[in-house]
């Protein structure tokens, strides 16, 4: 949590031009994926939002900005594990057989999303 927090209180800074305390800026200066990810942030709030399903680049980016291989191995779980708001479909199977949903989306993220991740992160 420590790079999120250190990424918020430097794009806090940079949108209100407000001056940090020299142990923060210290410390983001010391991990210089900080500033890669603010650099990415600004560009990101300059587009129009767009629905994460839809844009891989915006889970690699979250990836990135956990601190440690546990970290990211726990959100990469659990977006594994989440069924996004358009795959709910309560009437496409029976009430008994709605845990398979949770099977197949792995599956589905992989074959939607899985070329674009593997480009970015052979480039990461």
């Given at each position: 949590?420590?790079?999120?927090?250190?990424?918020?209180?430097?794009?806090?800074?940079?949108?209100?031009?407000?001056?940090?305390?020299?142990?923060?800026?210290?410390?983001?200066?010391?991990?210089?994926m900080?500033?890669?990810?603010?650099?990415?942030?600004?560009?990101?709030?300059?587009?129009?939002?767009?629905?994460?399903?839809?844009?891989?680049?915006?889970?690699?980016?979250?990836?990135?900005?956990?601190?440690?291989?546990r970290?990211?191995?726990?959100?990469?779980?659990?977006?594994?594990a989440?069924?996004a708001?358009?795959?709910?479909?309560?009437?496409?199977?029976?009430?008994?057989?709605?845990?398979?949903?949770?099977?197949?989306?792995?599956l589905?993220?992989?074959?939607?999303?899985?070329?674009?991740?593997?480009?970015?992160?052979?480039?990461?």
């Open positions: 949590m420590t790079r999120l927090l250190l990424l918020g209180l430097l794009l806090a800074g940079r949108l209100t031009g407000s001056r940090l305390p020299q142990e923060i800026t210290d410390r983001i200066d010391a991990d210089l900080v500033s890669c990810l603010a650099r990415q942030a600004v560009a990101v709030i300059a587009k129009t939002p767009v629905n994460p399903d839809v844009d891989p680049a915006r889970y690699l980016f979250y990836l990135k900005s956990k601190d440690s291989r970290d990211q191995l726990l959100f990469a779980g659990r977006l594994m989440t069924l708001a358009g795959e709910w479909n309560p009437s496409a199977l029976p009430d008994i057989l709605a845990p398979l949903y949770y099977l197949f989306r792995p589905h993220m992989a074959g939607r999303h899985g070329e674009p991740i593997l480009r970015n992160l052979a480039r990461w």
